[in-house]
Protein backbone atom coordinates (compact mmCIF):
# COMPACT_ATOMS: atom_id res chain seq x y z
CA UNK A 1 0.00 0.00 0.00
CA UNK A 2 1.35 3.59 -0.89
CA UNK A 3 1.79 6.15 2.06
CA UNK A 4 2.44 9.55 1.89
CA UNK A 5 3.93 11.23 5.80
CA UNK A 6 3.79 15.05 6.51
CA UNK A 7 4.82 15.36 10.04
CA UNK A 8 4.94 18.69 10.19
CA UNK A 9 1.08 19.64 11.20
CA UNK A 10 1.87 23.46 11.41
CA UNK A 11 4.88 25.67 10.41
CA UNK A 12 4.72 29.60 11.25
CA UNK A 13 7.44 31.93 9.79
CA UNK A 14 8.06 35.46 9.28
CA UNK A 15 8.00 37.01 5.56
CA UNK A 16 11.14 36.19 4.18
CA UNK A 17 12.60 34.19 6.18
CA UNK A 18 13.11 30.33 3.98
CA UNK A 19 10.58 27.06 5.09
CA UNK A 20 11.23 23.70 4.69
CA UNK A 21 8.13 21.33 4.03
CA UNK A 22 8.82 17.74 4.99
CA UNK A 23 7.35 15.01 2.58
CA UNK A 24 8.17 11.00 3.18
CA UNK A 25 6.65 8.42 0.59
CA UNK A 26 5.89 4.50 0.87
CA UNK A 27 5.67 2.67 -2.20
CA UNK A 28 6.15 -0.84 -3.50
CA UNK A 29 6.16 0.45 -6.97
CA UNK A 30 9.24 0.89 -9.00
CA UNK A 31 7.72 3.58 -10.97
CA UNK A 32 5.93 6.28 -9.64
CA UNK A 33 4.82 10.34 -9.43
CA UNK A 34 5.58 12.53 -6.69
CA UNK A 35 3.48 15.63 -6.97
CA UNK A 36 2.78 18.66 -4.33
CA UNK A 37 0.16 20.80 -4.80
CA UNK A 38 -1.06 24.13 -2.73
CA UNK A 39 -4.21 24.89 -1.08
CA UNK A 40 -4.99 28.57 -0.36
CA UNK A 41 -7.69 29.75 2.08
CA UNK A 42 -9.90 29.71 -0.92
CA UNK A 43 -9.83 25.95 -1.20
CA UNK A 44 -8.91 25.40 -4.76
CA UNK A 45 -5.76 23.13 -4.85
CA UNK A 46 -3.43 24.36 -7.50
CA UNK A 47 -0.51 21.65 -8.82
CA UNK A 48 2.84 22.84 -7.97
CA UNK A 49 4.78 20.06 -9.20
CA UNK A 50 5.36 16.48 -10.74
CA UNK A 51 8.31 14.08 -10.17
CA UNK A 52 9.19 10.80 -11.74
CA UNK A 53 10.93 7.84 -10.03
CA UNK A 54 13.67 8.16 -12.44
CA UNK A 55 14.35 12.01 -12.10
CA UNK A 56 16.40 12.52 -8.72
CA UNK A 57 17.31 15.62 -10.09
CA UNK A 58 16.82 19.05 -8.21
CA UNK A 59 14.20 21.58 -9.52
CA UNK A 60 14.22 25.55 -8.94
CA UNK A 61 11.17 27.34 -9.47
CA UNK A 62 11.78 31.26 -8.68
CA UNK A 63 11.79 30.62 -4.76
CA UNK A 64 10.54 27.35 -5.17
CA UNK A 65 12.75 24.29 -5.08
CA UNK A 66 12.15 20.57 -4.44
CA UNK A 67 14.88 18.13 -3.15
CA UNK A 68 13.79 14.14 -4.26
CA UNK A 69 15.84 11.30 -2.58
CA UNK A 70 15.03 8.07 -3.01
CA UNK A 71 17.57 6.68 -0.78
CA UNK A 72 15.17 8.37 2.08
CA UNK A 73 12.33 8.16 0.50
CA UNK A 74 11.98 11.69 0.57
CA UNK A 75 10.62 14.52 -1.62
CA UNK A 76 10.63 17.69 0.56
CA UNK A 77 9.57 21.23 -0.56
CA UNK A 78 11.49 24.62 -0.10
CA UNK A 79 10.42 28.55 -0.29
CA UNK A 80 13.06 31.02 -0.01
CA UNK A 81 12.43 34.16 1.06
CA UNK A 82 8.51 33.27 2.22
CA UNK A 83 6.03 35.86 1.00
CA UNK A 84 2.36 36.49 3.34
CA UNK A 85 0.82 35.02 -0.30
CA UNK A 86 3.17 31.84 0.37
CA UNK A 87 0.44 31.20 3.96
CA UNK A 88 -1.58 27.96 2.73
CA UNK A 89 -1.82 24.28 3.19
CA UNK A 90 0.58 22.52 1.10
CA UNK A 91 -0.13 18.67 0.40
CA UNK A 92 2.38 16.08 -1.24
CA UNK A 93 0.78 13.20 -2.98
CA UNK A 94 1.96 9.78 -4.99
CA UNK A 95 0.87 8.34 -7.85
CA UNK A 96 1.87 4.78 -9.15
CA UNK A 97 2.83 4.50 -12.67
CA UNK A 98 3.29 0.93 -13.85
CA UNK A 99 1.57 1.33 -17.12
CA UNK A 100 3.75 4.51 -17.32
CA UNK A 101 0.80 7.07 -16.60
CA UNK A 102 0.06 8.67 -13.32
CA UNK A 103 -3.39 7.54 -11.93
CA UNK A 104 -4.81 7.61 -8.53
CA UNK A 105 -3.01 10.18 -6.31
CA UNK A 106 -2.44 9.64 -2.48
CA UNK A 107 -1.96 12.46 -0.15
CA UNK A 108 -0.12 13.41 2.60
CA UNK A 109 -2.48 15.76 5.38
CA UNK A 110 -0.37 18.44 4.60
CA UNK A 111 1.44 20.73 5.60
CA UNK A 112 -0.47 24.64 7.26
CA UNK A 113 2.23 27.16 6.39
CA UNK A 114 1.60 30.73 8.19
CA UNK A 115 4.10 33.26 7.38
CA UNK A 116 3.26 36.58 8.47
CA UNK A 117 4.44 40.48 8.63
CA UNK B 1 -8.78 28.64 -21.01
CA UNK B 2 -11.57 26.81 -19.08
CA UNK B 3 -10.76 25.09 -15.64
CA UNK B 4 -12.28 22.14 -14.08
CA UNK B 5 -15.80 23.52 -12.64
CA UNK B 6 -18.22 21.64 -10.31
CA UNK B 7 -21.65 22.63 -9.35
CA UNK B 8 -23.31 23.11 -7.03
CA UNK B 9 -20.43 24.48 -4.74
CA UNK B 10 -22.54 24.31 -1.75
CA UNK B 11 -25.10 21.61 -0.72
CA UNK B 12 -27.06 21.14 2.32
CA UNK B 13 -29.02 18.24 2.48
CA UNK B 14 -31.36 16.95 5.10
CA UNK B 15 -30.11 12.74 6.49
CA UNK B 16 -31.81 10.49 4.02
CA UNK B 17 -31.84 12.35 0.82
CA UNK B 18 -29.67 11.56 -2.31
CA UNK B 19 -27.61 14.21 -3.63
CA UNK B 20 -26.01 14.87 -6.66
CA UNK B 21 -22.93 16.68 -7.85
CA UNK B 22 -21.71 17.54 -10.75
CA UNK B 23 -18.15 18.25 -12.65
CA UNK B 24 -16.70 19.38 -16.22
CA UNK B 25 -13.46 18.41 -16.59
CA UNK B 26 -10.89 20.20 -19.07
CA UNK B 27 -12.21 19.85 -22.28
CA UNK B 28 -9.14 17.77 -23.94
CA UNK B 29 -8.82 15.63 -20.39
CA UNK B 30 -9.71 12.33 -20.90
CA UNK B 31 -9.75 11.19 -17.34
CA UNK B 32 -11.33 12.72 -14.76
CA UNK B 33 -11.07 11.70 -10.72
CA UNK B 34 -13.60 12.12 -7.69
CA UNK B 35 -11.55 12.54 -4.28
CA UNK B 36 -13.53 13.53 -0.85
CA UNK B 37 -11.80 15.96 1.83
CA UNK B 38 -12.76 16.44 5.02
CA UNK B 39 -11.11 19.25 7.31
CA UNK B 40 -7.67 18.59 8.60
CA UNK B 41 -6.94 15.77 6.44
CA UNK B 42 -5.48 14.95 2.41
CA UNK B 43 -8.16 14.21 -0.40
CA UNK B 44 -9.19 11.04 -0.09
CA UNK B 45 -9.69 9.37 -3.50
CA UNK B 46 -13.06 7.77 -4.89
CA UNK B 47 -12.94 6.92 -8.30
CA UNK B 48 -11.50 7.34 -11.55
CA UNK B 49 -12.61 7.90 -15.23
CA UNK B 50 -10.41 7.01 -18.51
CA UNK B 51 -13.26 8.47 -21.14
CA UNK B 52 -16.69 7.19 -20.07
CA UNK B 53 -14.77 3.85 -18.35
CA UNK B 54 -15.04 4.06 -14.95
CA UNK B 55 -11.33 2.44 -14.27
CA UNK B 56 -11.18 1.99 -10.76
CA UNK B 57 -13.45 2.55 -7.77
CA UNK B 58 -11.85 3.02 -4.06
CA UNK B 59 -13.10 -0.15 -1.64
CA UNK B 60 -13.73 2.59 0.84
CA UNK B 61 -16.46 3.58 -1.23
CA UNK B 62 -19.91 2.59 0.17
CA UNK B 63 -22.47 1.21 -2.25
CA UNK B 64 -24.14 4.22 -1.70
CA UNK B 65 -22.01 6.37 -4.52
CA UNK B 66 -21.83 6.30 -7.82
CA UNK B 67 -20.69 7.87 -10.67
CA UNK B 68 -20.79 8.34 -13.95
CA UNK B 69 -18.90 9.88 -17.18
CA UNK B 70 -21.72 8.83 -19.90
CA UNK B 71 -20.06 10.50 -22.92
CA UNK B 72 -16.53 10.71 -21.74
CA UNK B 73 -17.06 14.26 -20.81
CA UNK B 74 -18.89 15.89 -17.59
CA UNK B 75 -19.27 13.35 -14.60
CA UNK B 76 -21.90 13.12 -11.98
CA UNK B 77 -21.25 11.61 -8.85
CA UNK B 78 -24.10 10.69 -6.72
CA UNK B 79 -24.44 9.86 -3.22
CA UNK B 80 -28.09 8.35 -1.98
CA UNK B 81 -29.67 8.13 1.75
CA UNK B 82 -26.85 10.94 2.96
CA UNK B 83 -25.40 10.16 6.28
CA UNK B 84 -24.05 12.88 8.66
CA UNK B 85 -20.64 10.86 7.90
CA UNK B 86 -20.74 12.02 4.36
CA UNK B 87 -20.34 15.58 4.73
CA UNK B 88 -16.96 16.47 3.35
CA UNK B 89 -16.03 18.53 0.34
CA UNK B 90 -16.14 16.53 -3.41
CA UNK B 91 -13.33 17.32 -5.11
CA UNK B 92 -13.24 16.22 -8.98
CA UNK B 93 -10.36 16.79 -11.02
CA UNK B 94 -9.06 15.93 -14.51
CA UNK B 95 -5.70 14.93 -16.49
CA UNK B 96 -4.42 13.52 -19.65
CA UNK B 97 -3.61 9.82 -19.85
CA UNK B 98 -0.52 9.42 -20.93
CA UNK B 99 3.07 11.07 -19.47
CA UNK B 100 2.89 12.32 -15.71
CA UNK B 101 -0.97 12.86 -15.91
CA UNK B 102 -0.76 15.59 -13.07
CA UNK B 103 -4.25 16.34 -12.26
CA UNK B 104 -6.07 19.41 -12.33
CA UNK B 105 -8.75 20.29 -9.47
CA UNK B 106 -12.16 22.30 -9.59
CA UNK B 107 -13.10 24.63 -6.82
CA UNK B 108 -15.16 21.44 -5.23
CA UNK B 109 -19.09 21.01 -3.92
CA UNK B 110 -19.01 21.03 0.03
CA UNK B 111 -21.68 18.76 1.20
CA UNK B 112 -23.17 19.16 4.59
CA UNK B 113 -25.46 16.89 5.95
CA UNK B 114 -27.95 17.79 8.81
Known amino acids: AQKVTQAQTEISVVEKEDVTLDCVYETRDTTYYLFWYKQPPSGELVFLIR??????QNEISGRYSWNFQKSTSSFNFTITASQVVDSAVYFCALSEANTGTASKLTFGTGTRLQVTL | DTGVSQDPRHKITKRGQNVTFRCDPISEHNRLYWYRQTLGQGPEFLTYFQNEAQLEKSRLLSDRFSAERPKGSFSTLEIQRTEQGDSAMYLC????????????FGPGTRLTVT
Open chain 1, 51 to 56: RNSFDE
Open chain 2, 93 to 104: ASSFRSGGGEQY
